[in-house]
């Protein structure tokens, strides 16, 4: 594999190069871990078999190869390799490269701007894109670890094909290790539990795992390093979360599903995940409490009122001890009882109210504080319910004229089992009078 990789350790002026820099793929057959989207019927294997290049967006978490695929496909396909961070480059750096494309153009010879971070663009920044990709002067790759769907203009994404690359498993980093062992031409000093744990602190970033390759190959050790060895010379990576982007939404969603689907260890783990990024807990106590709400409801009525006195706990402990009253919380969701019968019913209630408008409630029900509203009767022929046969007159509260709905529907679970009884007492009792 000598022909494949730039393993020389300095660039022409000198200086050092690192590991992961080195070891760049120059062949697109050589990536490791993007298969599927390479595969002659994946995405990008099947616009290069066609030769019909068109602009992508390739959207994955760090250290996956988005920069060595453009730069891969760009010699691939014979275009001009020009890379932007978005991080660095303004509108007119912008101008000075589309004019150089369209020269490039003018003399027959493509150009694939590389643009990473392409998220960081403003809305104008990335309007600025649009005309020099229509009139193909340009070739856009943009690399991106947000959701394009949240961070990118409708306009460039309708012109660009979204390209999934997939985070590194770990037989995909072993296979790096390996081909990093055999370009520095000597094994890594681990064994083969520390090699394991080497991997996992990687996280699936390839970027990451060569750095820390690179880290523990310039050791001078005697014999080959276990785990707790290796753990006291290195720090594990910090998880990937951005608290205000996808991983924050993901990881939410995996918490509340994982609630819904009574299983508290995984819902456990996902609060963890949350907290162990940097996530603030009063968002999740708030969202915790929005579970006890939505999917318990009244099949255990003392849910809501675990999750707010877990909540106040943590407003007066802080952290970390006011976590595991959020903890606890979360356990006793995922184990309570489920129904989502009143959040149903609500959005049901809501949906009739704006189909009905401005229905008044019927006469026997309206307020009567003057007598001139007495006289227009209203109030006239209310029924006091605690006057009435078993505290329950049966009266209709619906606006006159509207056919009686049933949004309140509860199952057979927890305490809505007996709430269920006593909607069917009042529905008998209600028809036995109408009829009578």
């Known amino acids: 594999m000598a022909d494949l990789f730039d393993r020389t350790a300095r660039d022409p002026a000198g200086a050092p190069r690192p590991l992961a820099d080195r070891l760049r793929p120059a062949r697109l057959v050589d990536v490791i871990g993007q298969e599927r989207v390479l595969s002659p019927d994946g995405p990008l294997g099947a616009m290069l078999k066609a030769g019909s290049l068109s602009s992508v967006i390739l959207w994955g978490p760090p250290g996956v190869g988005k920069t060595t695929l453009a730069r891969l496909i760009a010699a691939e396909t014979d275009l001009e ?34 643009v990473d ?39 460039l994404l309708s012109r660009a094909q979204v390209i999934v690359l997939e985070r ?17 031409g000597r094994a890594l000093p681990l064994t083969g539990e520390a090699r394991e744990a080497l991997v996992a602190m990687a996280d699936g970033d390839g970027r990451a795992l060569l750095n820390l390759v690179e880290q523990v190959m310039a050791w001078e050790v005697g014999q080959p390093l276990a785990p707790a060895e290796l753990a006291r010379r290195l720090n594990r990576r910090a998880a990937v ?21 009574s299983d508290p260890d995984a819902a456990l783990y996902w609060l963890a995940r949350m907290l162990e990024g940097g996530e603030d807990p009063r ?24 999750c707010l006195a877990a909540w106040d706990s943590y407003e007066r402990m802080g952290s970390p001890e006011g976590e595991l009253a959020l903890a606890g919380a979360v356990v006793w969701l995922a184990l309570a009882p489920k129904s989502n ?64 709905p049933v949004f309140y529907l509860p199952p057979e679970r927890g305490m809505e089992r007996e709430l269920k009884k006593r909607l069917d007492w009042f529905a008998r009792q209600r028809a036995r009078r109408r009829g009578g």
């Not at 106590?285 to 675990?306: F, K, V």
């Open 117 to 155: 971070e392409i998220h960081r663009f403003n809305k104008a920044q990335q309007d600025g894109f649009l005309p020099y990709m229509e009139d193909g002067t340009i070739v856009l790759v943009g690399a991106t670890t947000e959701n394009p769907s949240f961070e990118l203009n409708a306009a």
């Open 241 to 261: 979360y951005d608290k205000g982007g996808e991983a924050h939404y993901n990881l939410i969603s995996a918490l509340h599903k994982a609630v819904r689907g």
């Open 341 to 404: 019968a009143v959040y149903t019913a609500f959005g049901a209630a809501r949906a009739a109210a704006r189909e009905t408008g401005s229905l008044p409630p019927p006469g026997h029900i309206l307020n009567a504080p003057t007598r001139l509203m007495k006289s227009l009767g209203y109030g006239a022929g209310y029924v006091y319910d605690h006057d009435a046969e078993d505290g329950f007159s049966g009266q209709d509260y619906f606006p006159e004229g509207m056919t009686r």
């Open 168 to 184: 590194l498993t770990p037989a995909h980093l072993e296979r790096l290790a390996q081909r990093a062992e055999r370009a520095l």
């Open 283 to 306: 968002f999740l106590a708030r969202r915790i409490t929005r579970m006890a709400a939505e999917d318990i409801g009244l099949a255990d009525p003392q849910a809501l009122s675990l």
């Open 81 to 114: 390799f020009v890379q932007v961070s978005a991080i660095f480059t303004g509108v007119p750096d912008l101008r000075k490269l589309f004019e150089a494309a369209r020269l490039r153009s003018r003399e027959g010879r493509g150009t694939l701007l590389f």
